[in-house]
């Protein structure tokens, strides 16, 4: 940022908010199902299927997501085309 900048830093405790969130929701999860039985769950979890089915899922839902956020750019700001939005998708 340059000296002249307005930008000022959000509170500590505005900047720490998603984390606290974070802590308290996998409080309540750890509170519902006991650690030792979620572990045996993911130790049985089939994982070779789930990347299977994930990874192509992934790919399609940035491919679509890409698509919506290029013809949003369109409407408002002109031709723009679809490979010159992948990199604003990956942020």
């Given at each position: 940022m340059a000296a002249d900048s307005t930008y000022t830093r959000p509170p500590m405790v505005k900047r720490a908010l998603p984390f606290l969130r974070t802590i308290l929701v996998l409080a309540v999860i750890f509170r519902?199902?006991?650690?030792?039985?979620?572990?045996?769950?993911?130790?049985?979890?089939?994982?070779?299927?789930?990347?299977?089915?994930?990874?192509?899922?992934?790919?399609?839902?940035?491919?679509?997501?890409?698509?919506?956020?290029?013809?949003?750019?369109?409407?408002?700001?002109?031709?723009?085309p679809f490979a010159s939005m992948l990199p604003a998708r990956a942020v």
């Open positions: 519902q199902v006991p650690i030792e039985r979620l572990s045996v769950a993911l130790r049985a979890a089939d994982h070779q299927r789930f990347r299977t089915l994930m990874i192509p899922n992934t790919r399609i839902y940035f491919c679509w997501d890409t698509l919506i956020l290029t013809a949003a750019i369109r409407w408002f700001h002109g031709p723009v």
